[in-house]
């Protein structure tokens, strides 16, 4: 898609040379998107107040790009753009994807990309709704980018390896699929409970310990279990938790999750503590 720009390639580092207005401009008529540069090293913007100044005119683009070519297209996610994004990582030791399905959603058609580190986005039409953000709330390794957020979108190349839009899923002029309820009400909920959670007083912060042997029915297994090893965590070894936490699955879910499975929530936990 970018063959007719003048642009070249760095081989030793894989970084593209030349002005990456181009494809910022190719994001923003496409799609309509404001759009602003991010770091090809770290993913960070490289401008201030990025939400005030994000933008599809083409003008502004050009001269928000001029001082960094080798910029990556970052897209605000949210009611600026109108969009909500699903990032699923895969890691060595865990697999958004599967943990996602497990908690039993589908993944729904519509626009993806496919990231440099073996992960994908799926975009979603969700209008003026100010969702929030989450990082493995919906399950381990499953993000949200919504309101005040943003993600990288191709033909963007970072210095692992470049976005690419998933080919069979790509076609702006179908728009983007909505997003489905179900997601929409789970992200919500656990918005929800987590505000509840700010408030509780510290005396009644142990209620936790009093349910940490109550059942798991499917459903909500990876997100209960990642929450009770969250709980354990502060308190036990690594070692100690994921013996514990073996306890806890076959004891409380129906039916246990595989052992693997567990083994990569404590290790996500373990690692999110510094432990």
Known sequence: MNDSYPISFNTKNNIKEGHNMFDAQLVAKLWGWKVFPADPDNKKPLITEW???A???KTIINSLFSPFPDAMVAVPTGPI?????IDFDIREYYNGVHNFIAEGFKIPTTAGAHTPSGGFH?????????LPNSVSKLAIGVDVRGHGGYVIAPPSQSVRGSYKWETDW??????????????????LFEQKYLNKK???KQPRKSQLGKEINSTI???SRNNELTRRCGYLIRKYSSDQVLQIMRHINQRCCNPPIEDR?????????????GR
């Open 51 to 53: 939400q005030k100044k």
């Open 55 to 57: 933008s599809n005119n």
């Open 170 to 187: 790509f076609d702006p002029k179908k728009g983007l699929a909505k997003l489905p309820i179900i997601i929409k009400n789970r992200i």
């Open 261 to 273: 499975e567990l083994y990569r929530i404590v290790c996500s936990i373990s690692k999110r503590e």
């Open 81 to 85: 753009n109108g969009i909500t994004v």
């Open 217 to 219: 029915f499917e459903g």
């Open 198 to 200: 700010s408030r509780l």
């Open 122 to 130: 799926l975009y979603f039409n969700s209008g003026n709704e100010e």
